[in-house]
């Protein structure tokens, strides 16, 4: 059977939007593998943190204790007050429980980052902090170009328009008048037995011709080419939207990354003096010559300009992975991640 006019011919249609949908699912599977980056940036941080928070817990306790041992000894000979003896004791209790906590919360950040990884739980494992940072500078208009040439998101936008206009295709082609032509031709006999069934065949051939026309379709074949028709605008639309959201999107991203590498610097300082501030107050303390609330906010400051510390250089390193995730490019290597798909699915 094949139609004489009115057709829709999904096979080409189909031929149009099938690479696309392939193109779109190979960069989506990337994408996710980027995913998977950024997840794993984000636990193996949180149980560098983990570890340090423990470290420094223990180490608090230890000074603290020292410190209370000495304050204990001050107050009898009067040169210590019981308020300040008291505040350093409440101090130790305070680092005491924080020890404690410090250790649950470790054993729960190795647990997620063993369970992501796959391993068991009879893996130790221990991090170690990196110190530096690659020296990476993104240029936007670089950054805003991949994110839509090398990801799944033009080849989405492009199914998006081509799926569209294949059904105003179709709505077209199924309104009016159809016609369609069957034509059958073979060989015919009949014999008193097998072979005699296959001598001197007769032609048997027949054409037939069969006309849809619809007397009164009530403006129904019309207006589903107008739906189609309006939701090809809203396609249109739709697809420029999500275009004009994905430069602001990356133009913020590239912005945060940009700025990462300063933050993470001063950051960097900041626990450096809060460090070299700390061990003089507990000189100091030792010496008669600090108070104890000068000595409490001191630690107070070291433990969180180290947990600032840590969380800016996880910071930067889920930026730079979620920039990667984006464009699907090794911005430290300068490869295009895209292009090694089949090495990358053999593995």
Do not use: C
């Amino acid at each position: 059977m094949q139609p004489i006019f009115g057709t829709f011919n999904s096979l080409k249609w189909d031929k149009k939007i099938d690479p696309e949908k392939y193109d779109a699912a190979k960069f989506t599977y990337l994408e996710n593998m980027e995913q998977i980056a950024v997840n794993a940036v984000q636990y193996a941080f949180d149980l560098a943190l983990a570890q340090q928070n423990a470290y420094t817990a223990q180490q608090n306790f230890e000074n603290t204790e020292k410190l209370y041992n000495i304050a204990r000894e001050r107050f009898k000979l009067g040169s210590v007050t019981q308020n300040d003896l008291m505040q350093l004791e409440l101090r130790h209790l305070n680092d005491g429980l924080a020890v404690n906590q410090s250790q649950i919360n470790l054993e729960q950040a190795k647990f997620q980052l063993a369970s992501f990884l796959g391993f068991n739980e009879k893996v130790d494992i221990t991090l170690q902090i990196p110190d530096e940072l690659p020296k990476v500078e993104l240029n936007f208009d670089t950054v805003f170009n991949l994110s839509i040439t090398n990801t799944s998101f033009a080849k989405n936008q492009n199914i998006t328009l081509l799926e569209a206009e294949r059904d105003v295709a179709q709505a077209k082609a199924n309104r009016g008048i159809k016609a369609n032509i069957n034509a059958r031709v073979g060989l015919n006999q009949t014999g008193d037995n097998f072979s005699e069934s296959y001598r001197n065949p007769l032609d048997q051939e027949s054409v037939q011709l069969s006309l849809e026309m619809p007397i009164l379709d009530w403006g129904m074949g019309r207006g589903r080419v107008r739906m189609a028709e309006s939701l090809q605008k809203v396609a249109n639309a739709q697809v420029e939207k999500q275009l004009s959201e994905q430069k602001q999107n990356v133009l913020l991203n590239v912005l945060q990354f940009n700025y990462q590498s300063k933050q993470f610097e001063l950051a960097a300082r900041a626990d450096s003096i809060a460090q070299m501030r700390y061990d003089i107050a507990m000189k100091q303390f030792t010496d008669g010559a600090l108070t104890v609330m000068d000595f409490n906010t001191a630690q107070t400051e070291k433990d969180n300009a180290m947990t600032r510390y840590i969380t800016e250089l996880k910071n930067y390193w889920v930026y730079y992975y979620s920039m990667q995730q984006m464009t699907l490019f090794d911005f430290i290597h300068n490869e295009n991640i895209s292009t090694n798909f089949d090495e990358i699915i053999q593995e």
